[in-house]
């Protein structure tokens, strides 16, 4: 493999400035990786939960838990870091995606929404006192009276 050789000063300046254009666009795009929790309300009996079903549930296409219990959905905005993380790696959708079908639902009639909540303090605590409830946070804090649900395959 050839190396590179510059003919002058300027070919040199340029190539370093256009390494550090590189270099900065690299560290914008890179988002950091964070450990999701999906979380339900004590009285939901789930343990485990797989895409498939998560996927149905935070579309609204899954409305009761198995023991007929209505399933209560909040989520965080759809430009929070966490919201879009959550939705690419767990529900395997972009979050564009989810608004449409939230929107569809909203203007057709045919269904209800997930709350959106603006922390994610807010939803671990509104999951603690909602039966039913499910929500996602990057980290639970301690308390108990709250799920943290595994991802099975």
């Known amino acids: 493999m050839s190396e590179l050789q510059f003919t002058n ?14 270099l900065i666009v690299m560290l ?10 999906v979380i339900t309300h004590q009285s939901v009996n789930v343990s485990a939960i797989d895409t498939t079903q998560l996927r149905r549930i935070f579309t609204m296409r899954q409305q009761r838990w198995s023991d007929d219990t209505p399933i209560v959905v909040f989520v965080l ?24 079908i939230w929107n569809k639902l909203t203007f057709s009639g045919l269904g209800v929404v997930p709350r959106k909540i603006s922390s994610q303090q807010e939803i671990e605590r509104l999951v603690r006192i909602t039966p039913g ?4 946070v990057d980290k639970v804090s301690e308390g108990g009276h709250i799920n943290v649900v595994k991802m099975s395959k």
């Open 28 to 37: 914008v795009m890179v988002r950091p990786v964070l450990a999701i929790d």
């Open 9 to 22: 000063d300027k070919d040199i300046i340029i190539f370093h400035i256009l390494k550090f254009c590189l």
């Open 77 to 100: 905005p759809s430009q929070h870091d966490v919201h879009i993380q959550f939705a690419t790696q767990y529900l395997k959708i972009f979050p564009y995606k989810l608004d449409r």
């Open 133 to 136: 409830a499910i929500g996602y």
